[in-house]
């Protein structure tokens, strides 16, 4: 068999679309593999959402090729995919023109024909950017794909919502809502499969509906709660939700579906009204107070969690200020920080009133330190309670880990392991663990009233 190298950027979704990229090409003839010197075949899949990220991807293209030049290696296929290959394009080539081929987030299906194409002319370089008709989930091979005892399904892709300041609409193209039935399709096999929590995917992913079925029109509340039917299916998450789009049955679920976690990811961005407006986000921070006032209304307890954009054009003091007094509103439990990046082709990125380099990364230090407060104390609050954990893996120092139901890394100690399970047996496990210690990003805790 070849040998397949894959590196990922980015958010989840790109993790998800490279585990079905290695899985798809599977069926062709290469096998993954950690060791990029071995590799016949190497896919960057790759991020645009800020400059560093797809400078990154062109500082690992440089190095790729050190590496095979300098080791007298012979050149494998390059291929770059993801959301800086759809905002590239040819660009891409004429920059790196070592790159054979170049596949956009929407059309990675197509990699087989592609590669086909590549070996019968190697000096052609394939571009695929399209946006299919037929949606690449009909394409995706779920039978084979590796699971793990957490694993992720994209249930909806694209945004139509256009922040000033995001790349998103542009390199995942219009909103989209997977069919209800391959996406319980999907999760059926990887139950079987062994996998015991889905983290349901989405840029918007309570925008989620499938509207087919003329009597009933299903929601990402009504998708959980068929989800929460599969027996095996021991815990569900979801992620990103977006604040326009967070409707009553999604808030109930937290109060109804046991299997659903109380943590709810929900960016605000921005504390100020003002840039509010100027990141076109259709909200206002009162607007944002709202919805979380009523979501802790059914569960009391939930962990909210945001991103922040720090130094948007035209943000003032004032505006920064805002910010602040929104995190010590909340509370988050934890969050995101960033500092603005422009983005080609953005609205966001022909505004004047450009934040100073240093006033940003000032700002940001503030914004981080706030929040680092709020997630100490939050994390403080855990220690001696006790909750089910799910065991996901196991570390070098005979660590167990899984997350709380807030969402938080706990460790377990192994010695307090009151049953006589063997490892593989405790790792894909729920078992109860009470909480000893409580850090910055992490929880520590030992086994308890497991028999
Ligand atoms: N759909 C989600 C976010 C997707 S992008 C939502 O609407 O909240 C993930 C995060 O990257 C965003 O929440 C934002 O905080 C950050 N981000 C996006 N564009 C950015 C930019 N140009 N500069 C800095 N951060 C950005
Ligand atoms: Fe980007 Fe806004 Fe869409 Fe989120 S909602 S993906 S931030 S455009
Ligand atoms: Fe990056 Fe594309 Fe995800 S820009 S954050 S990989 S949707």
Same mark, same amino acid.
């Not at 585990?19 to 960057?44: C, F, P, R, W």
């Not at 035209?314 to 960033?338: M, P, Q």
């Not at 909750?387 to 005979?398: D, Q, R, S």
């Given at each position: 068999?070849?040998?397949?190298?894959? *590196?990922?950027?980015?958010?989840?979704?790109?993790?998800?679309? #490279?585990?079905?990229? #290695?899985?798809?090409?599977?069926?062709?003839?290469?096998?993954?593999?950690?060791?990029?010197?071995?590799?016949?075949?190497?896919?960057?899949?790759?991020?645009? &959402?800020?400059?560093?990220?797809?400078? *990154?991807?062109?500082?690992?293209?440089?190095?790729?090729?050190?590496?095979?030049?300098?080791?007298?290696?012979?050149?494998?296929?390059?291929?770059?995919?993801?959301?800086?290959?759809?905002?590239?394009?040819?660009?891409?080539?004429?920059?790196?023109?070592?790159?054979?081929?170049?596949?956009?987030?929407q059309a990675?299906t197509d990699?087989?024909?592609?590669?086909?194409?590549?070996?019968?002319?190697?000096?052609?370089?394939?571009?695929?950017?399209k946006f299919p008709e037929i949606p690449k989930f009909d394409f995706l091979?779920?039978?084979?794909?590796?699971?793990?005892?957490?694993?992720?399904?994209?249930?909806?892709?694209?945004?139509?919502?256009?922040?000033?300041?995001?790349?998103?609409?542009?390199?995942?193209?219009?909103?989209y $809502?997977?069919?209800?039935?391959?996406?319980?399709?999907?999760?059926?096999?990887?139950?079987?499969?062994?996998?015991?929590?889905?983290?349901?995917?989405?840029?918007?992913?309570?925008?989620?509906?499938?509207?087919?079925?003329?009597?009933?029109?299903?929601?990402?509340?009504?998708?959980?709660?068929?989800?929460?039917?599969?027996?095996?299916?021991?815990?569900?998450?979801?992620?990103? $939700?977006?604040?326009?789009?967070?409707?009553?049955?999604?808030?109930?679920?937290?109060?109804? &579906?046991?299997?659903?976690?109380?943590?709810?990811?929900?960016?605000?961005?921005?504390?100020?009204?003002?840039?509010?407006?100027?990141?076109?986000?259709?909200?206002?921070?009162?607007?944002?107070?709202?919805?979380? %006032?009523?979501?802790?209304?059914?569960?009391?307890?939930?962990?909210?969690?945001?991103?922040?954009?720090?130094?948007?054009?035209?943000?003032?003091?004032?505006?920064?200020?805002?910010?602040?007094?929104?995190?010590?509103?909340?509370?988050?439990?934890?969050?995101?920080?960033?500092?603005?990046?422009?983005?080609?082709?953005?609205?966001?990125?022909?505004?004047?009133?450009?934040?100073? %380099?240093? %006033?940003?990364?000032?700002?940001?230090?503030?914004?981080?330190?706030?929040?680092?407060?709020?997630?100490?104390?939050?994390?403080?609050?855990?220690? =001696?309670?006790?909750?089910?954990?799910?065991?996901?893996?196991?570390?070098?120092? =005979?660590?167990?880990?899984?997350? #709380?139901?807030? =969402?938080?890394?706990?460790?377990?100690?192994?010695?307090?392991?009151?049953?006589?399970?063997? #490892?593989?047996?405790?790792?894909?496990?729920?078992? =109860?663990?009470?909480?000893?210690?409580?850090?910055?990003?992490?929880?520590?805790?030992?086994?308890?009233?497991?028999?």
């Amino acid at each position: 068999m070849k040998k397949l190298f894959i *590196k990922t950027y980015g958010c989840q979704m790109n993790f998800y679309d #490279s585990d079905h990229m #290695s899985n798809l090409l599977k069926d062709h003839g290469y096998k993954t593999s950690e060791q990029i010197e071995q590799a016949d075949l190497v896919i960057l899949n790759t991020c645009h &959402i800020r400059d560093k990220a797809a400078e *990154k991807m062109y500082s690992d293209l440089g190095r790729i090729k050190k590496i095979y030049e300098s080791n007298n290696l012979t050149k494998p296929i390059i291929a770059v995919a993801g959301c800086v290959a759809q905002a590239e394009g040819k660009e891409i080539t004429k920059r790196s023109p070592w790159v054979d081929l170049v596949v956009g987030p929407q059309a990675y299906t197509d990699l087989p024909k592609l590669l086909k194409k590549i070996n019968n002319y190697p000096k052609k370089r394939e571009i695929n950017l399209k946006f299919p008709e037929i949606p690449k989930f009909d394409f995706l091979n779920f039978d084979k794909k590796v699971s793990k005892v957490s694993d992720y399904v994209t249930i909806q892709e694209g945004c139509d919502k256009f922040c000033s300041f995001c790349v998103v609409p542009y390199t995942r193209g219009p909103e989209y $809502s997977r069919s209800r039935k391959s996406i319980l399709e999907e999760i059926k096999i990887m139950a079987q499969n062994g996998v015991k929590e889905i983290i349901l995917l989405g840029q918007n992913v309570n925008a989620w509906k499938d509207d087919s079925n003329e009597s009933k029109t299903y929601n990402l509340g009504s998708l959980i709660e068929d989800i929460a039917k599969i027996d095996d299916i021991l815990s569900i998450r979801y992620t990103t $939700s977006h604040p326009l789009d967070m409707d009553l049955d999604l808030i109930k679920a937290h109060k109804n &579906i046991k299997k659903l976690m109380p943590y709810l990811h929900l960016p605000i961005q921005s504390g100020s009204d003002n840039i509010l407006k100027k990141m076109n986000r259709k909200h206002t921070s009162n607007e944002y107070l709202k919805i979380i %006032e009523l979501v802790r209304k059914y569960c009391e307890n939930i962990a909210i969690s945001s991103d922040f954009i720090v130094g948007h054009p035209g943000e003032t003091h004032e505006d920064h200020k805002k910010t602040l007094d929104i995190i010590n509103e909340v509370e988050f439990a934890s969050s995101y920080s960033f500092m603005y990046s422009s983005r080609p082709g953005t609205k966001s990125s022909e505004l004047d009133e450009i934040v100073d %380099e240093n %006033e940003k990364k000032i700002r940001l230090l503030e914004i981080q330190n706030s929040l680092n407060r709020h997630q100490l104390i939050f994390n403080k609050n855990m220690e =001696n309670l006790d909750f089910p954990i799910l065991i996901t893996n196991k570390n070098k120092n =005979n660590q167990f880990l899984g997350r #709380s139901p807030y =969402n938080q890394t706990v460790y377990v100690n192994e010695e307090n392991l009151p049953v006589k399970k063997s #490892s593989e047996k405790i790792i894909g496990s729920m078992l =109860n663990v009470k909480i000893i210690k409580s850090n910055q990003n992490s929880l520590l805790g030992n086994f308890t009233n497991n028999v």
